[in-house]
């Protein structure tokens, strides 16, 4: 039974951010809290099935960095790795969080491996789900959807499809792939991607960003790695730059493939990245 989740804000400068807490066992003080960081375009929610499995006996926040979710989606802020790391920063001040578990998903596996990077003393631990470093080879995909999101006669229709498409996409490779209907990690889709407080702008914003060369970020982290992949992610043959990155500026790290994964593990197979987050996190006491 997790902690009933507490909807809240932190205030850090100019912008209101956003997270989800879930208050941890009695004796949680005693442990580092876990901090989550959705991937591109999803929000806390995206979290939903992995969080039973780290609450209690941890403390969670799942955090809505800014551009997406409830968080302010302001229109002069530069939304790169590292302004969104630095910002998550700022709110561990506030918040007085000393240390923390970090893992991130996708994009947010880039912001927490910054964090992580610019602020070693704030980090225990930083596990990345596909974390977004170096995936020059969708640099293409990305630019061509920013500028047609961008275009103010199609923007809009393609704002209100992309998604839909996204998780029927997903529902079909699960089928093909998996070779089973994916019922309930396609609803979980849905209730993390169909984001109410999703706007083009802000999206428009965060695609300028993607694809930045976050390697001299990664290279700084000093804190303990763990690298989750999935076998049959569709993003996996982007990931072979990165993954040779890692493995020789950060020979410590553990890289893990997951059998029958897919690229949001969090969502689809939290029963079996969970265990291996807890027994990293052991193993690094």
């Not at 804000?9 to 912008?15: A, I, L, M, S, W």
């Not at 941890?24 to 992995?50: E, K, M, T, Y």
């Not at 994009?107 to 990345?128: C, D, M, N, Q, S």
């Amino acid at each position: 039974m997790t902690g009933k989740p507490l909807s809240r804000f932190v205030t850090v400068g100019p912008h209101r951010l956003h997270y989800v807490e879930f208050p941890g066992a009695a004796d949680s003080h005693n442990r580092p809290p876990v901090v989550l960081i959705p991937g591109l375009f999803s929000s806390h929610r995206q979290w939903a099935r992995l969080v039973p499995f780290l609450n209690p006996p941890f403390r969670v926040l799942a955090f809505d960095y800014l551009g997406v979710g409830r968080s302010d989606k302001p229109a002069d802020f530069s939304y790169t790795a590292a302004s969104q790391a630095e910002v998550l920063y700022q709110a561990f001040q506030e918040l007085e969080i000393e240390r923390a578990h970090l893992i991130g998903a996708s994009y947010g596996g880039g912001i927490a491996l910054t964090l992580a990077g610019e602020h070693p003393e704030k980090v225990v631990t930083v596990t990345a789900i596909e974390g977004v470093f170096y995936w020059w080879g969708l640099m293409r995909v990305y630019h061509v959807l920013r500028l047609a999101l961008a275009t103010p006669l199609i923007g809009p229709l393609i704002f209100r499809l992309f998604i839909p498409l996204l998780i029927v996409v997903a529902w079909v490779r699960g089928l093909l792939i998996l070779r089973h209907s994916p019922g309930e990690e396609l609803r979980a889709l849905k209730d993390c991607y169909l984001e109410p407080h999703a706007e083009r702008r802000a999206w428009v914003n965060l695609l300028r960003t993607v694809g930045e060369d976050l390697r001299p970020n990664v290279g700084r982290v000093r804190d303990p790695i763990l690298y989750l992949v999935g076998q049959m992610s569709h993003v996996r043959p982007f990931l072979t730059p990165a993954l040779d990155f890692l493995r020789q500026a950060q020979p410590s790290a553990r890289i893990l493939f997951i059998p029958r994964g897919m690229h949001d593990l969090n969502v689809q197979l939290p029963e079996a990245i969970a265990p291996k987050i807890l027994a990293f996190w052991q193993e690094c006491r």
